[in-house]
């Protein structure tokens, strides 16, 4: 994130040599720059789709100012001056907890796009489009490769707009972004200001969703959240890192690391559709924040808990990585038993029935 | 029969123990605020077990978690206005993996935390909340009884304090018939998120939305209302001492005009001095009206820091003596910047001889 003083969103206006980036908590937010570092400079408004400065880092001063570290442009050579073309938004910092105030602004970052330093094991190469968590790969990324396959049982399509898709700055886990609390909290605000300043769609119309990859906090053992969604306001976030972390964990191949992030996107979008929204079905487990299931997957009749044959709106997404991404019927059609009459239709993926008017 | 009574006295002995286990306090014990209004409260965990024990994570803050209050009315009923919640998907724990990390907190050691009250928020403006409520903290601690995961218990502490939120009035209440006209004749196609009619404006929007433009309506005019300082109060800045004495150099650096090229430095210059004078204004405007506001630590701060910014140091230390009077964190950033100004003066009497004795 860009800093600039003051409690209002800044322009930085171009003809800049050097930057000013927020340090966030304890510095976190700017551990991963390094010198000789490429970044590209962005924001919601000049989005890293669009025409924008990407420029090398020639250096970092991270001690003399609390509240930012100030990071040199260099043109390729990283001797020469590289001078901004353009200019950005930025969200404010709250002078009492030294977060940036998505509520306010256009989001300005910076985003690592070249470094042959390793990145939480990883050297970045690769910004290209559509490489989904590839080798190098700049992204933390949702997967919708799988969609097709599970949505077409409810009869329901999703398209991923080409023209709704961009990058969007990194959060570092230090900032209270991706914790799920049991009461609402500054996870919850940060995470709905952040969604609202980059989703493309933000004059509500109905059959949008905002699908957003990103990194999560690092896995632990004692289980952690690998995706949340918030119906309320359409966006789901999926957290890739942490994904990354349990196939470590659980000592997955890459790509069934990738299974398990297709998985999860679909599990999460699910949620966009108020799927048990009566009931919390986790078979008793500490996690009890959200709207599972405990029921089999359509083909079944299974009962337990947890089932045997999981539908994908089991707490944990089901087998993450068998590729049978099926939901139940509950959640396909019938909707939540548990609901009343006049909620019960609206806590199914398809909710009309044929011929849809 | 004198057996089963024993041992019914030792259960509930045992009971009385576990109960004691832990207890938090919680400060302040009585606030009195608007609805919507931030509320930051400060909670003490202590182990009164009498014995130490191994709480699950690198740090005691993995270990113990806190979400924010939950409001309770007079008769006992708990505040709940959000609709939907978030639903997560997590991986689940491992019951028999091995813990990996585990730190000591020890017989009557304390863990200090932050946490806030954030219920009210999502309550519609049309909810009226005016009167006593008690907010109750809950912490929950993962206590590590064995070497695996299925052997972590999940222990409780729950704090409690009076909350009473006032009725606006007078400006306030100005502001918020002014926000809900506003969002009333907004129209659908331009606003960023749900109409009124969709989705009712809630207390919480009062002070952070992505649909309505808090500051500047607050600001430009309602810029002494109560909710209005709480926008101010944003202006604090903790290390008032790095800004004292400071160069024209260093000014240009806090107005972001340096590293910009030499033709756009002057028309930034001033436009970002205006901009620190408006604010100042309205600082200056709002203390007046408000002396015994809540963050009036934080106005004063703010006061400080702009009137330093823009060259009127002697006016900034008459308001850093008022504010180093006071109690907390921005009123020890006044006494540090105060300490160092009379090392300065120190420095200057040094080398006139002034000092020699």
């Known amino acids: 994130m860009l800093f600039e003083e003051g409690t209002a969103p800044v322009v930085i206006p171009a003809g800049r040599t050097f930057l000013r980036i927020l340090k966030g908590p304890g510095g976190a937010q700017i551990e991963n720059l390094n010198e000789g570092d490429k970044i590209a400079i962005f924001d919601a408004s000049r989005p890293y789709e669009s025409q924008h400065d990407e420029a090398y880092i020639g250096t970092i001063d991270r001690s003399t100012y609390t509240d930012y570290t100030v990071v040199t442009l260099k043109q390729s050579d990283l001797s020469t001056d590289y001078t901004t073309k353009y200019s950005y938004t930025t969200s404010p910092m709250d002078a009492a907890t030294h977060y940036p105030d998505f509520s306010q602004g256009s989001s300005a970052g910076v985003g690592v796009v070249y470094s042959t330093t390793a990145i939480e094991g990883k050297t970045v190469t690769d910004t290209s489009s559509n490489q989904i968590n590839g080798e190098g790969s700049a992204f933390y990324e949702a997967d919708m490769r799988d969609i097709e396959k599970t949505y077409n049982d409810a009869y329901v399509e999703f398209y991923g707009l080409r023209s709704g898709m961009n990058a969007v700055p990194y959060i570092d886990p230090q900032m209270p972004f991706y914790t799920v609390n049991e009461t609402p909290g500054d996870d919850e605000t940060n995470r709905l200001n952040f969604h609202q300043i980059w989703w493309k769609n933000n004059s509500y119309n109905w059959n949008y969703f905002h699908l957003v990859g990103c990194r999560g906090d690092d896995f632990v053992w004692t289980g952690s959240t690998t995706g949340i969604t918030d119906p309320s306001n359409n966006d789901s976030y999926i957290y890739r890192w942490t994904v990354e972390g349990l196939g470590e964990n659980q000592s997955y191949t890459p790509e069934q690391v990738n299974l398990a992030t297709q998985a999860l996107t679909n599990h999460e979008l699910a949620h966009q559709f108020w799927l048990n929204r009566c009931s919390n079905l986790t078979c008793g487990s500490d996690t009890n924040l959200g709207k599972h299931d405990d029921r089999p997957w359509w083909n079944f009749n299974t009962t337990g808990c947890p089932n045997d044959n999981p539908c994908l709106m089991d707490w944990k997404g089901g087998n993450l990585i068998d590729e049978f991404n099926r939901f139940c019927k509950e959640d396909l059609f019938l909707g939540d038993p548990n609901c009343g009459s006049t909620i019960k239709p609206d806590s199914a993926i398809r909710t009309i029935s044929d011929p849809i008017p | ?357």
């Open chain 2, 1 to 357: 029969m004198k057996v089963r009574m024993l041992f019914a006295f030792l259960m509930l002995w045992a009971v009385n123990i576990a109960s004691q286990e832990f207890s938090i306090d919680v400060t302040p014990k009585k606030v009195k605020v608007l609805p919507g209004a931030p509320v930051s409260l400060s909670v003490t965990l202590t182990n009164d077990s009498h014995k130490d024990l191994w709480i699950c994570g690198k740090e005691l803050k993995n270990g113990i978690r806190s979400g924010g209050a939950i409001l309770i009315d007079v008769a006992g009923q708990e505040l709940s206005c959000t609709q939907s919640g978030e639903s997560a998907s997590s991986t689940g724990a491992f019951p028999n993996a091995p813990i990996k990390d585990k730190v000591l907190f020890g017989a009557g050691e304390t863990f200090k935390m932050s946490s806030g009250i954030y219920a009210e928020k999502a309550c519609p403006l049309s909810r009226d909340l005016t009167g006593k409520w008690t907010a109750r903290v809950a912490v929950k601690i993962m206590v590590v009884e064995g070497p695996l995961v299925k052997d972590i218990r999940y222990a409780q502490a729950v704090g409690e304090i009076e909350v009473e939120f006032q009725k606006p009035e007078g400006e306030d209440l100005a502001y918020i018939n002014a926000v809900t006209d506003w969002l009333n004749k907004a129209d659908p196609k331009t606003l960023k998120g749900y109409t009124a009619q969709a989705k009712s404006l809630t207390w919480g929007e009062l002070l952070s939305s992505f649909r309505i433009p808090v500051p500047q309506m607050l600001l430009k005019n309602y810029p002494t209302s109560t909710y209005a300082g709480y926008e101010l109060a944003k202006c604090a800045k903790e290390n008032l001492h790095d800004y004292v004495n400071m160069s024209h150099e260093d000014i240009d650096e806090v107005l972001g005009v340096r590293g910009l090229i030499p033709e756009k430095q002057d028309a930034y210059r001033k436009e970002r001095k205006k901009h620190f004078q408006d604010k100042l204004n309205l600082l200056q405007a709002f203390i007046a009206v408000h002396p015994d506001f809540v963050k009036a630590d934080m106005i004063r701060s703010g006061i400080s820091f702009y009137l330093l910014i823009l060259g009127r140091q002697n006016e900034a230390m008459e308001e850093i003596k008022i504010l180093s009077k006071m109690e907390g964190r921005w009123a020890e950033g006044a006494r540090k910047a105060l300490s160092m100004t009379c090392h300065e003066d120190e420095k200057v009497k040094t080398k006139t001889g002034e000092k020699s004795k």
